[in-house]
T-cell receptor, first 113, second 113 residues
């Protein structure tokens, strides 16, 4: 069984559109994250979220918003997509606080044209 | 925010050789993690280190948490073709912010048979 899954695997869309990426984890973890990996493979935290608190990296534009319907899901919604949003987005999860071992999903490659 | 300097940026080695890579930081981390990323996949956790000075092995992989808490290294012994990929160090800092992992920029390992 896949521990952390994301859909879709690939997403191609035009500038100005709104899109969502879904993430689910079946590890029973209480904290989930979104990371962005740029074309140079640099990974950067965007959000961390548990059932108590959403912590936002201050560099993330407010066009990005995480939405968690329940503890096992953390979706990423992006408004008014821009060319610079093209990247691979990874969901991850961990148990406990501070977050030690994090487990990553397979990634969603977003291409904005 | 915290930054990690990971080196080398890339390595071209012969199959069977030993590999060594390291990460340094100007800040103290509470936990060091080493991940491997294969093309088109998410990072996979290899080794987690929790205490300064800790030395941990996972098969042919050995990693150490530096005594100053500002560095870590990863060694791979007797490399094989499936070791090819990008290796990332990551540190956990629990002093606030998104509490995600701070990643190094990766070491691209290329093995020539």
């Amino acid at each position: 069984d896949t521990a952390v899954s994301q859909t879709p695997k690939y997403l191609v869309t035009q500038m100005g559109n709104d899109k969502s990426i879904k993430c689910e984890q079946n590890l029973g973890h209480d904290t989930m994250y979104w990371y962005k990996q740029d074309s140079k493979k640099f990974l950067k935290i965007m959000f961390s979220y548990n059932n108590k608190e959403l912590i936002i990296n201050e560099t993330v534009p407010n066009r990005f918003s995480p939405k968690s319907p329940d503890k096992a899901h953390l979706n990423l919604h992006i408004n008014s997509l821009e060319l610079g949003d093209s990247a691979v987005y990874f969901c991850a999860s961990s148990q406990g606080h501070p977050p030690y071992e994090q487990y990553f999903g397979p990634g969603t490659r977003l291409t904005v044209t | 925010g915290q930054q990690l300097n990971q080196s080398p940026q890339s390595m071209f080695i012969q199959e069977g050789e030993d590999v060594s890579m390291n990460c340094t930081s100007s800040s103290i981390f509470n936990t060091w993690l080493w991940y491997k990323q294969d093309p088109g996949e998410g990072p996979v956790l290899l080794i987690a280190l929790y205490k300064a000075g800790e030395l941990t092995s996972n098969g042919r992989l050995t990693a150490q948490f530096g005594i100053t808490r500002k560095d870590s290294f990863l060694n791979i012994s007797a490399s094989i073709p499936s070791d090819v990929g990008i290796y990332f160090c990551a540190g956990v800092y629990s002093g606030g912010g998104a509490d995600g992992l701070t990643f190094g920029k990766g070491t691209h390992l290329i093995i020539q048979p």
